[in-house]
């Protein structure tokens, strides 16, 4: 299970079609393995005191450099949402039921989707940064020699503060959906907001909130692996350090556009 | 105690270490010398399997580091201190911190302990009055004395040099060339050296190697090495401004500058 993080990097310089699809494969096992050792590590986390405040410091982070993000996007989200779908029910003369639109499209979709894509670009950059200079720094070198494991000491703490803040961000954001969604109701719609809220909270679904939340949670799994893959497997100083990060942050968006595809299809059949 | 068996590296399509063999004796200082790039880093961190070699085999006090796993290699690895060439500090911790961070997470002794053992690295380097700094406050000297203060933190048999010198003012780098001599005349500690401070290298070493295009020229004593012929060695030398005959006697009260215990070469 454990390597060494001289197997991180590409030694290979693509050259064939063949190499690179071999490469690609190669980089997704090695993701997956890292992610997997620093799951199996979170006992440790939970046992060592100083594991435990770096846990903190990591919520602490991934919470403070979103939140302003998802706060905005998740109104006005909420707020684009009503405006268009209420345009369009007001021709059936059903506008009092924006809520229901507003509240189902944020659970299922839009609250985990957003938060993926802004925990990407927030997080998952300066995740790949952080790592990848210290990686060109010897940063991760001098850990290994001391002994201290750089997935238990660095993945561990950033992956398990994803799984807790990226399910809660999203409901965060949707709450705000909601609210954004019922200032237009009743600002451009005129619908009472107390009516809109009430539709909203009867139309919310268990089954919907926790599929989302669920969404959400792998994003944070699927961005930290990214990132902190991207980060370890830096090479070449600070230009390296700079392709990392565009490329964490791309990989992610992707992933997140298609793994959440994939989740939604697996628990909304037709 | 370190010995490289026909070692070949490979890095992004170029060899980098060719067939090199290379024994390192149980308590002497080595010196390794090169121009820039030509692969002393990579040399070091294969030492202590940071690298692992393309072909060929590197064993350390008996055991082959270069196929070692997990407890295996944590072993070997507690043998080393590694100065790195930039320091290697940690940006979110104090310098106090990071010296301590060793001992910490690997060793279990009280605070009180801890803290008195960094006090004590950090006064060896010079540093006594800076451990609640953070490493992007510091100048790159200070960082590099510090990552030697964490290097030496947990009292290593073998420790590795990387240009513990370079980017120091002559002063300074003179008191690092006496602590390094110190630690090992004292303490017995292998020492291998990287550096470009030939003069340094020269008061030092107990032998001297460069590394040419991938191979060792001419591990040898100081005096020997001071009057190579081999073009590329020579090069290095004048540019330094070396003579073949020495420059005895300059030496002496050079190193007197940083150390109370001159060594005397001749
Ligand atoms: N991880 C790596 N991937 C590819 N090339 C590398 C890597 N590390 C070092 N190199 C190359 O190996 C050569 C030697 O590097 P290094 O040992 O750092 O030189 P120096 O002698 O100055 O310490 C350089 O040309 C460098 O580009
Ligand atoms: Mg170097």
């Keep these: 299970m454990r390597f060494t993080r001289e197997c991180l990097y590409a030694d290979c310089e693509e050259t064939s079609l063949y190499q690179l699809i071999q490469q690609l494969f190669s980089i997704v096992g090695r993701g997956t393995l890292l992610t997997v050792e620093a799951i ?68 299922r979709e839009m609250g985990s989707f957003m938060t993926g894509l802004i925990l990407s670009a927030c997080v998952g950059s300066s995740m790949a940064a952080q790592i990848g200079t210290m990686t060109v720094n010897d940063e991760i070198a001098a850990l290994e020699i001391m002994s201290i494991n750089p997935v238990r000491y660095l993945v561990a ?8 803040m990226a399910p809660l961000l999203a409901f965060y954001s ?5 609210v954004g969604g019922g200032i ?18 009867d139309s919310a679904d268990r089954y919907d909130l926790f599929v989302g939340l669920f969404k959400a949670l792998i994003f944070g799994v699927l961005i930290t692996g990214i990132s902190c893959l991207e980060g370890l497997r830096t090479t070449q100083g ?28 697996m628990f909304y059949t037709l | ?29 080595f010196t390794i010398i090169g121009s820039s790039g030509s692969g002393k880093s990579v040399t070091l961190k294969h030492i202590v399997r940071l690298l692992t070699p393309t072909h060929g085999k590197v064993f350390v006090d ?98 590795l040099y990387d240009e513990p010198t370079s980017g120091l003012d002559p002063v300074t780098a003179r008191t690092i060339d006496a602590l390094i001599h110190r630690l090992n005349a004292e303490l017995g500690i292998t020492s291998v050296v990287v550096t470009h401070d030939l003069q340094g290298a020269v008061l030092i070493s107990d032998r001297i190697a460069m590394l040419v295009r991938g191979k060792f020229v001419e591990p040898s004593t100081p005096e020997a090495f001071i009057k190579a012929t081999h073009p590329d060695v020579r090069a290095f030398l004048d540019a ?27």
Aim: glycine share 10%; with cysteine; aromatic share 8%.
């Design chain 2, 62 to 159: 008996g055991i082959e580091v270069s196929a070692a796993e997990g407890a295996e290699l944590e072993k070997a690895r507690s043998l080393f201190g590694y100065l790195f060439q930039g320091g290697a500090l940690l940006g979110w911790m104090s310098v106090f911190d990071n010296v301590a961070l060793p001992l910490r997470e690997r060793e279990r002794i009280s605070e009180a302990e801890v803290e008195k053992r960094v006090m004590e690295s950090l006064k060896m380097v010079g540093l006594e009055n800076d451990g609640h700094k953070f490493p992007n406050e510091i100048s790159g000297g200070m960082q590099k004395r510090a990552g030697l203060a964490r290097a030496i933190i947990h009292r290593p048999q073998i420790i």
């Design chain 1, 157 to 164: 703490p950033r992956l398990a503060a994803m799984m807790v």
């Design chain 1, 184 to 201: 237009v109701a009743k600002t451009q719609l005129s619908v009472p907001f107390m009516t809109y809220m009430k539709i909203a909270v």
């Design chain 2, 240 to 266: 330094q401004f070396i003579p073949p005959e020495g420059m005895a006697g300059q030496w002496q009260s050079a190193v007197a500058v940083g150390s109370k215990t001159p060594r005397t070469k001749e």
């Design chain 1, 238 to 265: 600070a230009v390296g350090v700079g392709r990392a990060t565009r490329q964490a942050v791309v990989v992610s968006f992707l992933m997140v556009l298609v793994v959440g595809y994939m989740v939604t299809r």
């Design chain 1, 40 to 107: 199996f590590l979170f006992p440790y986390q939970v046992v060592n005191h100083r594991a435990r405040k770096e846990f903190l410091r990591q919520a602490y982070v991934v919470g403070i450099k979103s939140l302003p993000v998802v706060t905005l996007v998740g109104l006005f989200i909420g707020m684009v949402l009503a405006l268009q779908v209420g345009l369009e029910m007001r021709r059936f003369n059903q506008e009092y039921y924006i809520g229901a639109g507003v509240m189902i499209s944020s659970l």
């Design chain 2, 1 to 29: 105690m370190i010995r490289f068996e026909q070692v070949t590296k490979i890095l992004g399509g170029q060899k980098i270490l060719d067939d090199v063999s290379l024994t390192i004796e149980k308590g002497e200082i």
């Design chain 1, 174 to 178: 949707c709450v705000l959906s909601v």
